[in-house]
Each structure stands twice: as structure tokens, then as C-alpha cells.
């Protein structure tokens, strides 16, 4: 048995490969929830679904968002409607008092619908109107989550990191905003400033989540400040990830970062934004998989090798990689 913590798309591209070195049925992906977003009214799991879309076959792989091949009718009649009623450009971030009013799982990450700034496909807005209907019938995301990877033949058991919300904030120089406004609105331009986990304190990793940190944990090279961070912020985890063999990808080539705003985001939380800073941020891991091309000197276990991720070859060497590190620690 094995999990992997994953977010954003470096963990998702490593589970391309996952099967050069472990059986699927026995890996367990605990994703990241602090990029969900309540848009329209409906709960959007960035996260959860790039792992069930690659899963399930149908990822648009160009994007690493979305279902391959997906149509946007909806969405493109709700930006022709807001620009033929002159209704102001998204995001359109609900006001406080409607964060908190309503469906508990949306609070602090709730956007109007209305000039929709994410591009939601239609096949991909079926997948958050099932799991939304669920979540008010009564149904807990665990069990929603459950079934949607059922609904897409998932061979890994995919779990949400928790049943309650949390929404990853971004405070910039621009002011406060939802990591989804910051990254999908803002192109990460504004320089950050700190990152908040609001409402880590009051949630809690499931029993299922628990349950999986008691096996070999692998860490994806996704960012560490809004990927993996929402995980560890949940009570008990950080202790958790103490006492489990760990295992992490760097997603950096000694400072230089392989995709995404990583780099921005490690250096406003104050960490360097290199292989070294991923290594200080993460004092739980018992070994390291570099690059061939790091020459980043750690006081723990390293494994070498190509971690550039761009096929299911490359994933399944650097899968190979991660095995060959968690056998020096377990």
C-alpha cells in the first residue's frame, strides 16, 4: 500500500507511471481541496478531478484541466449574456455574508456565475452538478468522490483531503484573494505576500485519510505552498507525515521551477524557492528524488534521476525513482 498527496498537475502526471512500480489497486491519492471553488452555485474540485479525469482516460492533457475534446456552450453564452446585459467582467467574489450563508463545503470560496472566469466544458460542469446535487441530498464529498470515480472506471482510490472546507487565500499586493482568482484570473501576477488556509483549523483529515498516512507516503513534485500545503494544515497530519516513510519529488532543478507559480508563491511565504527550500519545508520526508541535473547537497536520503514529466514514459522512470527511495527508508 501507498498514498500520494497530490495537486495541481506534477502529482497527477507522476500517477501516469504509477504502475511501473506499484499495483493501482493499491495506491491510495489524497488530493488537495483548498483550490475548490463554489462557482454558480456548483462545487468545482480542481484538484479531485485532474486525478479522475487522467484516471478515467479523458484529461485534456494540452491544458491539464478540463475533459479532452469538451464543449463550452454554456460557457461561452454566459460571457455573451453578461457582455450583451453590461454586467461587469468575472470574478465576481460573493460577499462575505454570502460566504458563509447556505452550503457549508462552499464557505470562503464562493464566486457568481455570472461572466464565468473559469472556463467550465460541458461534460466537465455534468461531473460538478452530480457531485453538488449529492453534497445536498446529504451525501459527504468522500462518498460523492467515490462514486464519481466509479462513474470514470478509476483504478486508485481517490480521496478528498477532508469532508470540510477549506479555501486557500492568497494575500498579494493587490489584497486578499481565492487562489483560483490569483492563479486562473490574475495569471499569478501580483506579487504574494503571505498564503492563508482558511478554515484548516476547524477541519479535519476524514478517517479514510488517516487511515492512508499510515502507509508509505509519496509527494509529487506539485507546489509545495498551495498544492501540498492545505493538506499538512489539517490537524494531525504534520505528525502523521512524521511517523510515515516519506518520500518527495522536487518539482525545482536546484532554482529553477519546473511549471506554475511555485517559485512567486514559496518566496512570499518567506521559503527559498529551490530544491534546498523544498527540502526545509518538508523536515517529515525521509528521502528526496532529484534531478540528474540538481546538485542540491541534502541531509537525507537522494535518489537521481531525468524528473522532467512530459509522457507515461517519463513518469513511469521517475516512478521507479520514488520506489528506489522509499526502499532505503522502509
Given at each position: 500500500?501507498v498514498?500520494?498527496l497530490?495537486?495541481g498537475t506534477?502529482?497527477?502526471?507522476?500517477?501516469?507511471g504509477?504502475?511501473?512500480?506499484f499495483d493501482?489497486e493499491?495506491?491510495?491519492v489524497?488530493a488537495?481541496?483548498?483550490?475548490?471553488?463554489?462557482?454558480g452555485?456548483?462545487?468545482?474540485c480542481p484538484?479531485l478531478?485532474?486525478?479522475?479525469?487522467?484516471?478515467g482516460?479523458?484529461?485534456?492533457?494540452?491544458r491539464?484541466?478540463?475533459?479532452?475534446?469538451?464543449?463550452?456552450?454554456?460557457?461561452?453564452?454566459l460571457?455573451?449574456?453578461a457582455?450583451?446585459?453590461?454586467?461587469?467582467?468575472g470574478p465576481?467574489?460573493?460577499?462575505?455574508d454570502?460566504?458563509?450563508?447556505?452550503r457549508r463545503?462552499?464557505?470562503?470560496r464562493?464566486?457568481s456565475?455570472v461572466?464565468?472566469?473559469?472556463?467550465?466544458?460541458?461534460?466537465?460542469r455534468?461531473?460538478h452538478l452530480?457531485?453538488?446535487?449529492?453534497?445536498d441530498e446529504?451525501?459527504s464529498l468522500t462518498a460523492?468522490t467515490?462514486?464519481?470515480a466509479?462513474?470514470f472506471?478509476?483504478?486508485v482510490?481517490?480521496?478528498?483531503?477532508?469532508?470540510?472546507?477549506?479555501?486557500?487565500?492568497?494575500h498579494?499586493?493587490d489584497?486578499a484573494?481565492?487562489?483560483?482568482?490569483?492563479?486562473?484570473?490574475?495569471r499569478?501576477?501580483?506579487a504574494?505576500e503571505?498564503?492563508?488556509?482558511r478554515?484548516?483549523?476547524?477541519?479535519?483529515p476524514?478517517?479514510a485519510?488517516?487511515?492512508a498516512?499510515?502507509?508509505?507516503?509519496?509527494?509529487g513534485?506539485?507546489n509545495p505552498?498551495?498544492?501540498?500545503?492545505?493538506?499538512?494544515a489539517?490537524p494531525?497530519?504534520?505528525?502523521?507525515?512524521?511517523?510515515?516513510?516519506v518520500?518527495a519529488?522536487?518539482?525545482f532543478?536546484?532554482?529553477r521551477?519546473?511549471s506554475g507559480?511555485?517559485?512567486?508563491l514559496?518566496r512570499?511565504?518567506?521559503?527559498?524557492?529551490?530544491?534546498a527550500?523544498?527540502?526545509d519545508?518538508y523536515?517529515?520526508?525521509?528521502?528526496?528524488?532529484?534531478?540528474?541535473?540538481?546538485?542540491?547537497a541534502?541531509?537525507?536520503?537522494?535518489v537521481?534521476?531525468?524528473?522532467r514529466?512530459?509522457?507515461a514514459?517519463?513518469?513511469?522512470r521517475?516512478?521507479?525513482?520514488v520506489a528506489?527511495a522509499l526502499a532505503?527508508?522502509?
Amino acid at each position: 500500500m501507498v498514498t500520494f498527496l497530490a495537486g495541481g498537475t506534477g502529482t497527477p502526471k507522476l500517477l501516469d507511471g504509477v504502475g511501473a512500480a506499484f499495483d493501482p489497486e493499491t495506491v491510495t491519492v489524497v488530493a488537495n481541496t483548498g483550490d475548490d471553488v463554489e462557482l454558480g452555485g456548483l462545487l468545482v474540485c480542481p484538484d479531485l478531478d485532474t486525478v479522475l479525469f487522467g484516471g478515467g482516460g479523458v484529461l485534456d492533457r494540452e491544458r491539464w484541466w478540463g475533459i479532452d475534446g469538451d464543449t463550452t456552450a454554456t460557457h461561452d453564452e454566459l460571457a455573451r449574456i453578461a457582455d450583451a446585459a453590461d454586467l461587469p467582467d468575472g470574478p465576481r467574489y460573493l460577499p462575505p455574508d454570502r460566504q458563509t450563508a447556505g452550503r457549508r463545503l462552499a464557505r470562503w470560496r464562493r464566486f457568481s456565475g455570472v461572466a464565468e472566469f473559469m472556463e467550465i466544458g460541458d461534460r466537465d460542469r455534468a461531473v460538478h452538478l452530480t457531485r453538488t446535487s449529492l453534497l445536498d441530498e446529504g451525501v459527504s464529498l468522500t462518498a460523492v468522490t467515490r462514486r464519481l470515480a466509479d462513474a470514470f472506471d478509476l483504478t486508485v482510490d481517490l480521496l478528498p483531503m477532508s469532508d470540510d472546507p477549506v479555501a486557500t487565500i492568497v494575500h498579494t499586493e493587490d489584497g486578499a484573494m481565492h487562489f483560483q482568482e490569483y492563479w486562473v484570473a490574475r495569471r499569478a501576477a501580483p506579487a504574494v505576500e503571505d498564503v492563508e488556509f482558511r478554515g484548516a483549523a476547524d477541519a479535519a483529515p476524514t478517517a479514510a485519510v488517516r487511515a492512508a498516512l499510515d502507509d508509505p507516503v509519496v509527494i509529487g513534485p506539485s507546489n509545495p505552498v498551495t498544492s501540498v500545503g492545505p493538506i499538512r494544515a489539517l490537524p494531525g497530519v504534520e505528525d502523521a507525515l512524521a511517523d510515515a516513510p516519506v518520500v518527495a519529488v522536487s518539482p525545482f532543478i536546484e532554482d529553477r521551477v519546473f511549471s506554475g507559480p511555485a517559485d512567486d508563491l514559496m518566496r512570499g511565504v518567506g521559503r527559498e524557492p529551490s530544491t534546498a527550500g523544498v527540502a526545509d519545508a518538508y523536515p517529515f520526508v525521509d528521502a528526496f528524488v532529484l534531478d540528474t541535473d540538481d546538485g542540491t547537497a541534502l541531509d537525507r536520503p537522494v535518489v537521481r534521476t531525468d524528473t522532467r514529466i512530459d509522457d507515461a514514459a517519463d513518469a513511469e522512470r521517475v516512478v521507479g525513482a520514488v520506489a528506489s527511495a522509499l526502499a532505503e527508508v522502509t
